[in-house]
Every structure is written in structure tokens, then in C-alpha cells.
């Protein structure tokens, strides 16, 4: 059998993905972990009387402790396969990806394990989101001049 | 290539098995089930060490021979190296012949020990296999934590370890035959789909058997492959039928669909997975059918996708293997 009818065959057996399902999970998911975003920078600027800019750096350090304390306490996992990119996306999913990799590698030492795997997921975020972060500049730059 | 056997035989067989595989329907047939994925190590990769040590001093247990008595140890597991079971017969000081064909590890190792018992060089030999569904996460895909989701035609790597004892000694189930399977790639790099992957490798390697031996599919009362899955096992009639104009449907199942309850063991997606899967259900239910005379002649078809990360990412295909060995109950 050829490699082209093979893969007809097999596409014929292939299950429906419940495409739908999934994206209303993650975008109500999404959705509810940003309206949690905004009630905590409410909280912060009211509370303790700090800019809005202020207390959004608070709201992402509260939101990646409970994003890797949730991961390190074992249920963080379960909960990203039910919501799916309702967390990843966020910031918890990028705070899930290293604390899950940094517990993963923490039997081969500091070094060879936490050090060199911690960024293994996050990696490819960091290097990306630097480098478009830098072209978006450029293009800021270039259109409104700075 | 089928090599036919004439003086091998079942001697004893045994099964350790995690958590998911405990609740499963088969839960109760396993020699030892662990509640805890760690079961009492301190890594995943120790875990499935010990599974595997477990299984073959269980076997030894069961079988009343010491390490001293085995001629020879035959093992492979999934992990780099084929560490699991270089560590777990490290206590052997028996001669050990470490093997990999990915999840067609248990039956490449009762080809290879049936071949150097009917030579007459050794008495006996275990053949023993493992995987560990976290160290297998570990290695293959992302750590065991971040729980990625996964589409439905994914498989889930089975924990356990699970041995079988041959030898020259008289049984009422010997190994009749073994196939040694080929190579094959029908362009599959679906990683979560593994079950497209492999169909092809066991349809050819039944077909190679069936031709081999002159025989038709309704002489087996069961062929079984290792771990297709839902999908592969739907896949691997409808090739069958296709490629070869041979109906397998009547007698046919795969380990991977019996090894859980698949309503309601739903993260298992598409079924069971891994070496060590095809070896559990081969060891546990398929041999007590057997001695129960319930089942007289089955073909073990254990399934392997011959996975390599790299290779993937270097788009390349997912190569795969079958091989199948026949096992019959003596009259």
C-alpha cells in the first residue's frame, strides 16, 4: 500500500476532537482567570493604595505563587488537561511549565537537573516572546516614534 | 523469517503492576499491585526498576529456583539505555542480554530465549520487560506535572514490570513458533497516534506468520496485538482487508483496549501502551485462559513504534515492528 492511501485510511478511523467543547472550556477558563487578574489589581491598588501599574505586578506574582504552589501540590496538572489553554495561556500556564519541570528534574542534582531543565518548556517562550517583543519596538518605533 | 520450536515451554510467569492498572478490569489476575506511582522509591526511573525486580523475584518465588539456577536473563524496557532493566538484574550475576524493540520488547525476548533453549545451550531463561507511565512521560514527552492535554488517539503508558520463566522442562503451554518481524514505514509522525504507526507492522508480521506456517487466521482461537489501541486496532482490520484480503475481525483483540476500563478510565485516551502492556495481559489473562483451557492456541503479536524524539523532530518518520509468537496448549 502506498503512503498517500495508507494515510486515507488512517484519517478514516480518525476520532472527532471536540474542538468546540474544548475552546468554550478554555476561553470561559481564560476568561475567569483574567477577571480574577483585574479583581486582584482592584485589591492591591485599593487596599494598599499603590497605581494600577503597581498593582499589576502584584496581581502576576500572586498569580504565578498560586500557579506553581497548585503545580507543586500535584493538582495543577489535572486541572490544565480539563481547561486545556484556558490555563497555559495565561501567565499560570507559563509559571505551571517551569515549576513542573523544575520538580521533574530535581533527582539529577541542581545542576544537571533543575539548572539545565527549567527552562525546557519555558525556553522557547522567553526566546520568542524576547524577540518579538523587540520587532513590536521596532515597529512602535518606526510607526509612532517610540 | 518463523522459527519453529519443538522443546520450549511455559515454566511460570509473573506480573507487578501501578496504580491504573490495579483498577483496570484485569486488577485482580496481577501477582503485586502497587497503590502509589513512586511505590516506595524516590524517582520514576527507580520506580520502574523496581517493578521489574519485583516481577522477576516474584517469578523466581513462584517458579522455586534461586538466581543461581537462571541460565540466562533477556530484558528491555523503554528508558535510554535500557537502564530499567540493566539495574533491576544488576542482582542477578546471571548472564543478561539486553534487548529493545520499544513496546515488541516482550515477544523479541521470548523469540530470542526460545532460540537459545531449543539450540540446547541453556535450561532456561527469563524473559522480562517494564515501563513506567512517568518515566516514560519523562523522557518522551514533557515532565510528568505539566500534564499537557492530548487528543484521543493517544495511548497511555502502562506502569508495571512483568517476567516469564521458559525452559526445556515439559509444560502444558509451549512456544510453538516465533515470527521475527521487519521494519516498516508507511510515513506515520503522529507522535499521539502511535496505533496508525505500528498497525501496518503487525498486519505484515501476521500475514508473514499466517503465510510461514501454512495456517489461516481462524486456526488461533486468539490473535492478539501489543498496544494499537481503539483506533489501531480499526486500522489494522481494515488494512488487513485491504492489503492481504485476510479477515481477522472474528478472533482478534489488542492488549492495549483489555489492560483498562476504557468508559471510565478516561485519561487512558485511546488504551494502554508500552512494553510492558502486551507482556501484562499476555502473563496474567491470555496464560490463565490457557491453563483453564479455556484459549488452546493464541498468537501474541506485540507491537512496537520504534519512537525516537530526535529523529520526529528532524521530521522523519515513526518507524515500527512486530513480532509474534505462538503459544499452544498441550494435549
Not at chain 1, 496538572?77 to 521533574?104: Q, R, Y
Amino acid at each position: 500500500m502506498e503512503k498517500r492511501q495508507y494515510n486515507d485510511l488512517v484519517s478514516q478511523h480518525k476520532p472527532q476532537e471536540s474542538r468546540i467543547q474544548n475552546a468554550m472550556i478554555a476561553f470561559l477558563v481564560g476568561g475567569v482567570v483574567g477577571i480574577l487578574g483585574q479583581l486582584l489589581v482592584e485589591f492591591y491598588s485599593y487596599y494598599l493604595d499603590i497605581s494600577s501599574k503597581d498593582a499589576s505586578v502584584f496581581m502576576i506574582v500572586t498569580l504565578i505563587f498560586f500557579a506553581s504552589l497548585f503545580t507543586a501540590l500535584g493538582f495543577f496538572d489535572k486541572w490544565v488537561n480539563f481547561a486545556k489553554c484556558g490555563l497555559i495561556i495565561p501567565i499560570t500556564g507559563f509559571a505551571h511549565s517551569m515549576t513542573s519541570a523544575g520538580i521533574e528534574y530535581k533527582k539529577e542534582g541542581p545542576i544537571f537537573g533543575v539548572g539545565s531543565n527549567i527552562f525546557k518548556l519555558a525556553g522557547s517562550v522567553i526566546l520568542y516572546g524576547v524577540v518579538s517583543a523587540w520587532f513590536f519596538g521596532l515597529i512602535r518605533l518606526i510607526i509612532v516614534g517610540g | 523469517m518463523t522459527i519453529k520450536y519443538n522443546k520450549v515451554y511455559v515454566q511460570n510467569r509473573s506480573t507487578v503492576v501501578g496504580p491504573y492498572e490495579a483498577k483496570g478490569p484485569l486488577g485482580n489476575l496481577f501477582d503485586k499491585r502497587y497503590d502509589d506511582l513512586y511505590n516506595g522509591e524516590t524517582s520514576w526511573e527507580k520506580a520502574e526498576v523496581k517493578l521489574l525486580e519485583d516481577s522477576m523475584n516474584i517469578l523466581l518465588n513462584k517458579a522455586k529456583i534461586s538466581k543461581q539456577d537462571v541460565d540466562l536473563v533477556i530484558a528491555g524496557d523503554l528508558l535510554n539505555q535500557i537502564s530499567a532493566s540493566c539495574y533491576a538484574t544488576n542482582s542477578f550475576n546471571s548472564p543478561f542480554l539486553g534487548i529493545y524493540s520499544a513496546c515488541a520488547t516482550s515477544c523479541e525476548g521470548i523469540i530470542l530465549a526460545s532460540t537459545f533453549i531449543e539450540s540446547g545451550n541453556v535450561k532456561n531463561c527469563i524473559a522480562a520487560t517494564s515501563s513506567h507511565n512517568m518515566s516514560s512521560e519523562k523522557q518522551f514527552r514533557n515532565p510528568t506535572e505539566y500534564g499537557a492535554p492530548k487528543p484521543k488517539t493517544a495511548t497511555f503508558t502502562a506502569t508495571g514490570g512483568a517476567s516469564l520463566l521458559l525452559g526445556s522442562t515439559p509444560t502444558n503451554i509451549k512456544v510453538e513458533s516465533g515470527t521475527i518481524g521487519k521494519i516498516m514505514d508507511l510515513g506515520q509522525n503522529d507522535p499521539f497516534h502511535m496505533g496508525a504507526a505500528m498497525a501496518p507492522a503487525a498486519a505484515d508480521t501476521i500475514y508473514q506468520h499466517l503465510k510461514d506456517t501454512k495456517r489461516e487466521p481462524n486456526y488461533y482461537d486468539l490473535i492478539l496485538t501489543g498496544d494499537l489501541g481503539v483506533y489501531g486496532k480499526d486500522i489494522l482490520i481494515d488494512y488487513m482487508k485491504t492489503e492481504y484480503g485476510l479477515d481477522i475481525s472474528a478472533n482478534y483483540d489488542d492488549c492495549g483496549t483489555m489492560l483498562y476500563d476504557l468508559q471510565n478510565q478516561q485519561e487512558v485516551n485511546a488504551g494502554g501502551s508500552g512494553p510492558v502492556c502486551s507482556a501484562l495481559v499476555n502473563y496474567s489473562y491470555v496464560l490463565n485462559m490457557m491453563e483453564k483451557g479455556n484459549l488452546s492456541r493464541v498468537l501474541l503479536v506485540a507491537t512496537g513504534a520504534l519512537f525516537s524524539p530526535t529523529f520526529v523532530y528532524q521530521k522523519e518518520n515513526i518507524l515500527s515492528i512486530a513480532h509474534a509468537v505462538s503459544l499452544e496448549v498441550v494435549e
